[in-house]
T-cell receptor, first 115, second 113 residues
Framework: DVKVTQSSRYLVKRTGEKVFLECVQD?????MFWYRQDPGLGLRLIYF???????EKGDIPEGYSVSREKKERFSLILESASTNQTSMYLC??????????????FGPGTRLLVL | AQSVTQLDSQVPVFEEAPVELRCNYS??????LFWYVQYPNQGLQLLLK??????LVESINGFEAEFNKSQTSFHLRKPSVHISDTAEYFC???????????FGTGTSLTVIP
């Protein structure tokens, strides 16, 4: 089974702090993603990566950056946390296969509260 | 462009009653279709997926979904729900051309005792 782990389940930070959210997958997947989930808005893509040291902006990248130094690890960075970044953050990884498309596998999520 | 629409944001249903969660998609290319489930305070788990072949796909916990190409739908059904089915359900599509994945906004299913 694919396993995607996230470094924290719950996190409380203060406005202005730099926040690191870590995600690790153990299935050698090429693709990794960061989403945020808010009530009524579903999942919104922040950043994704198709390879080591490669990153692409998603739909809502403002206020975030990412790092992918190793294939299995994808980090989301909040440079200066703000209260509107209070949310559930979900990491996912995937592999695209011909004839099967792309199935995304998710971590348990990190619920971040910015005070 | 691709999009996924889940027509109901909240669905309350009594225990042991049937339920249908609706999903429609739009795409100009072939797609693969998915349903994910998210239990409270957890990540998303793959419930079932349609790749090709039989248009009816089933999950291990009694859910099924039917791909209807003419209506561009992939509705999720269960003939008799349990309290433990209370969760958020997300429909998603993956585009055949690769590396594009789109989620619906989710349907919150609440099973009432």
């Amino acid at each position: 089974d694919v396993k995607v782990t996230q470094s924290s389940r719950y996190l409380v930070k203060r406005t202005g702090e730099k926040v690191f959210l870590e995600c690790v997958q153990d299935m050698d997947h090429e693709n990794m993603f960061w989403y945020r989930q808010d009530p009524g808005l579903g999942l919104r893509l922040i950043y994704f990566s198709y390879d080591v040291k490669m990153k692409e902006k998603g739909d809502i990248p403002e206020g975030y950056s990412v790092s992918r130094e190793k294939k299995e690890r994808f980090s989301l960075i909040l440079e200066s946390a703000s209260t509107n970044q209070t949310s559930m953050y979900l990491c996912a990884s995937s592999l695209w296969l011909a004839g099967e498309g792309e199935t995304q596998y998710f971590g348990p999520g990190t619920r971040l509260l910015v005070l | 462009a691709q999009s996924v629409t889940q027509l109901d944001s909240q669905v309350p249903v009594f225990e042991e009653a049937p339920v249908e969660l609706r999903c429609n998609y739009s795409s100009s290319v072939s797609v693969y279709l998915f349903w994910y489930v998210q239990y409270p305070n957890q990540g998303l788990q793959l419930l079932l997926k349609y790749l090709s072949g039989s248009t009816l796909v089933e999950s291990i916990n009694g859910f099924e979904a039917e791909f209807n190409k003419s209506q561009t739908s992939f509705h999720l059904r269960k003939p008799s729900v349990h309290i433990s089915d209370t969760a958020e359900y997300f429909c998603a599509v993956s585009v055949n051309t690769g590396n594009q994945f789109y989620f619906g906004t989710g349907t919150s299913l609440t099973v009432i005792p």
